[in-house]
């Protein structure tokens, strides 16, 4: 289970669970991502650990060869090992090469496989974003002796390049080994029910992080709101407390406000997320449950009341224009 901790916490920012901190132009707070996790390993395969020079910093080279020896327990394990040193990169390899190998993913197993990309592509869209903010200072010309902007936009391009791999490597793992390849309503089982509207999250979060950058290409919005859709038909079958079903709600109500530019269409799913769970609250499954759905809950009154507020603030600056 993951437990997130908020640190500088701030009600006037809002929240994207998969970001992992607040949003605003104005507001931030951060927050700390923690994964419960053994990190025992077996001296049989502790030789894997090691890396080659080439290997060291570069995530498009990859001890994949070691990984092919490796039993899906030892990658398992190789992985909560890597998360524990915040080697992040090497993380996401591990568990790629466990899905390859065998894509029946336990809570435990699908949130190690989340929190180690989260990270690996969470570095790369800070980077961007601090880019994209020097680019735009320097195209305003608010900085004195600035770097040259084509020095600025050349950067920035090949961090987007980075971000494209790892989000294209994403996107095809959850679509080749993933996601069912079957019908919403020949999906039952609760279990798999909640497994797979995880999936479909993670991939409309996934085209989400590319939307933001690349903000001309229909397609990624596209994808991005069919797999947030189908995630949402099948969070129809559990209860609206399911912290699952309600983080997709959090992060789709995202999606609306920050790449469609639709607020009242964000602020529609919050709400209606938000008043269910709160008629079910009492229902919750059990004390872990209650405190997980409790804490989406407050994200999502969080990015209500900041919503409503600008939007509030905008129609008055439309008034006094007119």
């Given at each position: 289970?993951?437990?997130?901790?908020?640190?500088?916490?701030?009600?006037?920012?809002?929240?994207?669970?998969?970001?992992?901190?607040?949003?605003?132009?104005?507001?931030?707070?951060?927050?700390?991502?923690?994964?419960?996790?053994?990190?025992?390993?077996?001296?049989?395969?502790?030789?894997?650990?090691?890396?080659?020079?080439?290997?060291?910093?570069?995530?498009?080279?990859?001890?994949?060869?070691?990984?092919?020896?490796?039993?899906?327990?030892?990658?398992?394990?190789?992985?909560?090992?890597?998360?524990?040193?915040?080697?992040?990169?090497?993380?996401?390899?591990?568990?790629?090469?466990?899905?390859?190998?065998?894509?029946?993913?336990?809570?435990?197993?699908?949130?190690?496989?989340?929190?180690?990309?989260?990270?690996?592509?969470?570095?790369?869209?800070?980077?961007?974003?601090?880019?994209?903010?020097?680019?735009?200072?320097?195209?305003?010309?608010?900085?004195?002796?600035?770097?040259?902007?084509?020095?600025?936009?050349?950067?920035?391009?090949?961090?987007?390049?980075?971000?494209?791999?790892?989000?294209?490597?994403?996107?095809?793992?959850?679509?080749?080994?993933?996601?069912?390849?079957?019908?919403?309503?020949?999906?039952?089982?609760?279990?798999?029910?909640?497994?797979?509207?995880?999936?479909?999250?993670?991939?409309?979060?996934?085209?989400?992080?590319?939307?933001?950058?690349?903000?001309?290409?229909?397609?990624?919005?596209?994808?991005?709101?069919?797999?947030?859709?189908k995630a949402l038909e099948l969070a129809e079958k559990l209860p609206s407390t399911n912290p699952t079903s309600l983080g997709l709600a959090l992060n789709y109500s995202v999606f609306f406000y920050?790449?469609?530019?639709?607020?009242?269409?964000?602020?529609?799913?919050?709400?209606?997320?938000?008043?269910?769970?709160?008629?079910?609250?009492?229902?919750?499954?059990?004390?872990?449950?209650?405190?997980?759905?409790?804490?989406?809950?407050?994200?999502?009154?969080?990015?209500?009341?900041?919503?409503?507020?600008?939007?509030?603030?905008?129609?008055?600056?439309?008034?006094?224009?007119d």
């Open positions: 289970m993951i437990i997130i901790i908020i640190t500088n916490y701030f009600i006037s920012g809002w929240y994207d669970v998969n970001r992992g901190r607040y949003s605003n132009h104005r507001r931030s707070a951060r927050v700390r991502v923690w994964d419960c996790a053994a990190n025992f390993v077996s001296r049989s395969f502790l030789h894997s650990i090691r890396l080659s020079e080439t290997e060291k910093g570069d995530w498009e080279s990859s001890n994949s060869h070691e990984m092919e020896d490796m039993d899906i327990p030892d990658l398992v394990d190789m992985a909560k090992l890597a998360e524990h040193a915040e080697r992040f990169e090497d993380m996401a390899k591990y568990m790629k090469s466990k899905v390859q190998k065998d894509s029946n993913l336990s809570m435990d197993e699908r949130s190690l496989l989340s929190v180690a990309f989260k990270n690996v592509i969470g570095s790369r869209r800070a980077s961007w974003r601090t880019l994209q903010v020097q680019e735009s200072k320097t195209e305003e010309g608010k900085t004195k002796g600035a770097i040259p902007l084509e020095i600025t936009k050349e950067y920035k391009k090949k961090v987007e390049t980075e971000l494209t791999e790892i989000i294209d490597e994403v996107i095809e793992l959850l679509d080749s080994k993933l996601i069912l390849k079957k019908a919403n309503d020949e999906i039952t089982d609760e279990k798999e029910i909640e497994t797979q509207i995880f999936y479909y999250k993670m991939k409309g979060d996934y085209c989400r992080y590319k939307a933001e950058y690349d903000k001309e290409n229909d397609k990624i919005v596209s994808d991005g709101e069919a797999a947030y859709e920050e790449i469609k530019n639709d607020g009242a269409k964000a602020c529609s799913i919050a709400k209606k997320a938000f008043d269910d769970a709160v008629k079910d609250l009492d229902n919750a499954a059990t004390e872990s449950t209650y405190k997980d759905s409790t804490l989406i809950m407050q994200l999502l009154r969080d990015n209500l009341t900041l919503w409503t507020s600008e939007a509030e603030e905008d129609d008055q600056q439309d008034a006094e224009r």
